[in-house]
């Protein structure tokens, strides 16, 4: 399906987000569920501005300086996610060396190999949590995204989990590991279970992470990295992202 939206449209962004969505949903990786979801995400977008905070700058740094420290960091994907931004999940995956794994709440086989297929394509050499390989049972939970990969989510110490439901991220905390979501409502379980909250869209959050990344590699940065995590405040940057969405509710409206 090609996606031909004019460049000058005021809504060029949005509308062609929503249309690689929909391409994701036609070739099985979105579940419609999925779409839903989308559309609640990009309201709080709206009331950010549709661009990516100071404070959403810093979580990224400290994120990437999370991954870049952990042991054993992996990378959790559902539909949404390989139907946005598979390339950048690759890129930030190859940068901070960490695995990618799928995970789903509406877990089937046909969808599971749609995004195994989509990462491939994208670069990625291994995929984990694909049919049998999720194996593992995270306690607490009663959902499918219960079952994991022992050799990723389930060992991980570090884990990304982009667009998830906080259940789940609750369970990854309670197990030990640092959580590390990108969530734009900074109000959601999720947002407020992870050490490290990313309250940005998506398409902009992980590029971002890549570039910290690139820029924190140096050896010689392990300290300033060490330094970002330990000073990180999620509830600070909870607030501060809640403030933001404040002041867009009372702003003056935009022509579109």
């Known amino acids: ?3 031909n939206i004019p460049s000058n449209h005021p809504r060029a962004k949005s509308l062609y987000v929503r249309e690689l969505l929909v391409r994701g949903f036609k070739n099985g990786l979105v579940a419609p569920e999925g779409l839903i979801a989308q559309g609640r995400g990009e309201s709080f977008d709206y009331l ?13 740094r400290a994120a990437s300086s999370a991954l870049l420290l952990a042991k054993c960091p ?3 994907v559902n539909g949404n996610v390989a139907a946005l931004c598979s390339n950048e999940i690759v890129d930030l995956s ?3 060396n960490a695995p990618i794994e799928v995970n789903l709440f509406y877990r089937n086989n046909n969808r599971e190999r749609a995004i195994e297929k989509q ?5 990625a050499k291994i995929v984990l949590g694909v049919g049998s390989r999720a194996s593992a049972i ?15 989510l389930y060992k991980a110490d570090t884990v990304l989990i982009p667009l998830e439901d906080g259940d789940r991220a609750k369970a990854f905390v309670n197990m030990g590991k640092t959580v590390i979501a990108i969530d734009l409502n900074p109000l959601s379980r999720t947002a407020r279970s992870a050490q490290i909250t990313i309250v940005d869209n998506i398409i902009r959050a992980i590029p971002r992470m890549i570039a910290a990344a690139k820029q924190l590699m140096d050896k010689n940065n392990k300290h300033l990295m060490e330094r970002l995590v330990k000073e990180f405040d999620n509830r600070e940057n909870l607030l501060e992202s809640l403030r933001l969405i404040q002041g867009g509710i009372g702003a003056r409206p935009r022509r579109y």
Do not use: C, F, H, W
């Open 1 to 3: 399906m090609d996606i």
């Open 48 to 60: 950010l501005g549709e661009k990516t905070s100071k404070v959403a700058q810093i979580s990224a």
């Open 74 to 76: 992996v990378l959790s």
């Open 94 to 96: 190859n940068i901070v």
């Open 119 to 123: 990462l491939k394509e994208s670069g």
């Open 138 to 152: 995270i306690p607490e939970l009663q959902s499918e995204r219960r079952r994991v990969d022992p050799n990723g």
